[in-house]
């Protein structure tokens, strides 16, 4: 895990929780998913995300999507500009749980018509 996404990483604030960790990077306009795989008898926990894209030809939005998180799904609207691309990042404090143990928690970035390569990176913990 990269240390900019480990410094927003929260597992000290639970005894005996480990951290986990999921990304991935996709191509220019594709639907991009990245997901906290649920573990057997352990609850995950979503304690940051970000969703990146490169800068494209003319300014498009798109939708970015967290599901299998208590009083989900949760939505959001991703602005690609010319110059800077498109970037999301949101803390969780307190960490996000999942709906119920063994559930896997996914972030979604809905294919965008001109968009950009994209990314996302998922940090959370288990307990």
């Known amino acids: 895990m990269s240390q900019a996404a480990r410094s927003?990483?929260?597992?000290?604030?639970?005894a005996g929780g480990e951290e986990v960790a999921a990304s991935g990077q996709g191509?220019?306009?594709?639907?991009?998913?990245?997901?906290?795989?649920g573990a057997v008898g352990k609850t995950t926990f979503l304690t940051y995300f970000i969703?990146?894209?490169?800068?494209?030809?003319?300014?498009?939005s798109g939708l970015?999507?967290?599901?299998?998180?208590v009083g989900g799904p949760l939505n959001y609207i991703l602005t690609e500009t010319v110059s800077a691309g498109g970037w999301i990042q949101h803390p969780f404090r307190p960490p996000?749980?999942?709906?119920?143990?063994?559930?896997?928690?996914?972030?979604t970035l809905a294919?965008?018509?001109?968009?950009?390569a994209s990314?996302?990176?998922?940090?959370?913990?288990?307990?």
Request: glycine letters at 10%.
């Open 51 to 60: 969703v990146s894209t490169a800068p494209v030809a003319a300014v498009v």
């Open 96 to 107: 996000l749980p999942a709906t119920a143990a063994n559930t896997d928690i996914t972030v």
């Open 27 to 37: 191509v220019a306009g594709a639907q991009l998913a990245v997901t906290l795989a």
């Open 111 to 116: 294919a965008i018509g001109g968009g950009a």
């Open 8 to 14: 927003h990483s929260h597992t000290s604030e639970v």
């Open 64 to 69: 970015v999507t967290v599901t299998g998180v």
């Open 119 to 127: 990314a996302i990176v998922l940090t959370g913990w288990q307990a």
